[in-house]
């Protein structure tokens, strides 16, 4: 079996966008969905509308992989399945070490989606000596001072840092130097990278000050809707606004009636 040091995905050869590269997970995500329920074809706006974008750029999405479905049959969806899995590099093993074991590292090390979409958890590793041994999901945690030897005897080219913010630039220059080339941040920080290394950062109280955000506006909207209502409530009875009738003169309307 392919390791994730003999091979890397081509879709920046191939000339696909980043932005395309970034829907396609979504994509994979609702086609599995259709297989686990023996769907054998899909519309490009079924599957637009499951993944959560629009239909044109779904197929312009697709084009990319030179698929372009049937027209009046759509996708077929196991091929796209296998097509999409291949070109995001799943079709083959890759080894995957989580640095810091707290509770957010022991939650992803016992996820279990990682198996089902090709990635493999070689190694568990945390700087506390107690945690030396124990294990969390079935893999023993080792030591942050076997970290280089471990990448490089478990082939490992992907990382996941789940340690606070202030280890994650010593543990990510680490990763780094002992060649790890893409790497998954949880921790609340930016990480400084060289060329040739990818970083995806996730950072959970990002995205719910985002969802404070968007909870603040509707309240706000929804507060200014029941004060406009309640003025037009409260005009006295027989009392109406006539400026809106008025033209620019202010006494002859703007449009006649008919």
């Known amino acids: 079996m392919a390791t994730g040091r003999t091979h890397r995905p081509a879709t920046r050869g191939r000339g696909i966008p980043e932005a395309t590269v970034a829907r396609l997970p979504l994509y994979l995500r609702a086609l599995t969905a259709l297989s686990e329920r023996s769907v054998p074809t899909v519309s490009s706006e079924e599957l637009a509308a499951a993944a959560g974008v629009n239909s044109a750029k779904l197929r312009k999405d697709f084009s990319y992989l030179g698929s372009y479905g049937t027209r009046g049959v759509g996708y077929d969806v196991e091929y796209l399945v296998y097509q999409i899995s291949r070109e995001l590099g799943l079709t083959q093993d890759w080894p995957v070490v989580i640095v810091g074991i707290g509770n957010l590292g022991a939650a992803l090390a016992n996820y279990g989606g990682f198996a089902s979409r090709g990635f493999r958890v070689a190694a568990l590793i945390d700087a506390d000596p107690a945690m030396a041994g124990k294990p969390v999901a079935g893999i023993p945690v080792q030591h942050t001072d076997d970290l280089e030897k471990i990448i490089k005897d478990n082939g490992v080219s992907i990382g996941v840092i789940a ?96």
Not at 209 to 215: N, P
């Open 163 to 258: 340690t606070p913010a202030g280890a994650a630039q010593p543990v990510c220059d680490r990763l780094v130097s002992a060649g790890v080339t893409s790497i998954l941040n949880f921790a609340p920080t930016v990480l400084s990278v060289p060329d040739g290394v990818d970083v995806r950062k996730v950072d959970l109280s990002i995205e719910l000050q985002i969802l404070a955000f968007h909870e603040q506006r509707k309240a706000g909207e929804e507060t200014t809707m029941e004060t406009a209502a309640g003025d037009v409530g409260s005009l006295p009875a027989g009392t109406r606004d006539d400026s809106a009738d008025q033209g620019p003169d202010g006494d002859v309307p703007a449009v006649m009636p008919a």
